[in-house]
C-alpha cells in the first residue's frame, strides 16, 4: 500500500515547503494538497480554518497517508492544536496513542529561532491571522524566554505573490512599507522569520529593504531538518512511509491555474488532480 507523507497549505505556498522536503528526503513518496478554492486562510475565523483544514487532513488520511504537514502558518498556528489533541485519538487510535500524526510548521521554527539572534530582538513577518493567532510569540517563549518578538502583519503580500507581481515596481511600495513598519518596533531586531510560506518569493525586495546585517529566515530548510529528525526519532511512524520517490499533486480548484503557478513556487513542471471536498 502506498502510504507518502501528506504536504497540506490553503494554496500554493506550502509548495516552497515541499521543495525543501523533497531536496532533503528525496526518496519518501508525496502528496501535496492545496485548497485553493477556499484560499485565502489568513483572513478566516479559527473555527473557519480548523474545519477546512480537518477535511483536508481526512483527505489526506484516506489517501494513505500515515503523516501530514501542515506547510501553512495560519493552519499550523489556528488549527493543528485541535487536531492533535482533539480528533487525531478518534480519527487514528493506537494502542500507544495516534496512528498518524499532524505536524505544523511553526514549532520546528521557534525551537532554532533564538540561535540566529545576537541582539535578542527579532521579527515575524506574518499573514493577519498568523499574527492574530499569537502563536509564534506563545511558542518562541517556550524556547527562548528572554528574547523579544516583534510582529508585523502583511496583508498584501499574499495576494502579490499569488498574482504574479513579486518581483514588480508596484511590490516595492508594500515590501518597504512593512519592513519600515516592523523595523520601526525595534531598531535592535537582527533575525527576520518570514512566517508565510509565499513570503520566500519576495526574499529579493525585503533583503533590499531589510538592513543589510539582518538575517532572514524562511521556513523550508529548516522544517525539512526537522522532518528528518523527527523521523529518526520515530521509526513507528517512519518505516510505514513508502519509499518510491513520487510526488502527486491535488488542488481543489482549476488544475489549470495550479500547474501554472505551482511552477513558480515548486520549481519545476507538474501536472495535478482535481479535488471536490
Known amino acids: 500500500m502506498n502510504q507518502p507523507i501528506g504536504v497540506f497549505d490553503s494554496g500554493y505556498g506550502g509548495l516552497t515547503i515541499l521543495r525543501e522536503l523533497v ?21 478566516r475565523s479559527f473555527e473557519t480554518v480548523y474545519l477546512y483544514t ?30 492533535q489533541q482533539l480528533d487525531l485519538p478518534i480519527l487514528a487510535p493506537g494502542l500507544d496513542g495516534p496512528n498518524r500524526r499532524v505536524l505544523g510548521v511553526i514549532r520546528p521554527t521557534t525551537e532554532v529561532i533564538g540561535n540566529y539572534s545576537k541582539t535578542g530582538n527579532v521579527g515575524i513577518l506574518a499573514t493577519r491571522g498568523t499574527v492574530t493567532s499569537e502563536s ?21 503580500w499574499v495576494p502579490l505573490v499569488e498574482n504574479g507581481e513579486y518581483d514588480s515596481p508596484g511590490a516595492d511600495y508594500f515590501v ?43 521556513q523550508g530548510g529548516i522544517v525539512a531538518a526537522s522532518l528528518a529528525d523527527y523521523l529518526k526519532r520515530h521509526p513507528e511512524i517512519e518505516t510505514q512511509c513508502s519509499k518510491h520517490g513520487q510526488r502527486s499533486f491535488l488542488t481543489t480548484d482549476s488544475t489549470e491555474d495550479f500547474d501554472r503557478q505551482a511552477t513558480i513556487f515548486y520549481g519545476e513542471a507538474i501536472r495535478s488532480e482535481q479535488l471536490t471536498l
Open 23 to 43: 531536496q532533503t528526503l528525496p526518496q519518501y513518496d508525496y502528496v501535496y494538497l492545496g485548497d485553493n478554492a477556499r484560499t485565502p486562510y489568513g483572513t
Open 54 to 83: 480537518l477535511e483536508c487532513v481526512r483527505h489526506l488520511f484516506d489517501r494513505g497517508c500515515r503523516l501530514v504537514v501542515l506547510a501553512c502558518n495560519t493552519a499550523s498556528a489556528k488549527a493543528l492544536r485541535n487536531i
Open 176 to 218: 518597504k512599507q512593512h519592513i519600515d513598519r516592523l523595523m520601526g518596533k525595534s531598531p535592535a531586531i537582527d533575525t527576520i522569520l518570514l512566517a508565510c510560506t509565499h513570503y520566500p518569493l519576495l526574499l529579493n525586495k525585503i533583503r533590499q529593504y531589510a538592513p543589510a546585517n539582518a538575517t532572514i529566515l524562511s
Open 136 to 156: 509564534y510569540v506563545v511558542e518562541i517563549e517556550k524556547f527562548f524566554p528572554t528574547l523579544s518578538v516583534f510582529q508585523e502583519a502583511c496583508p498584501m
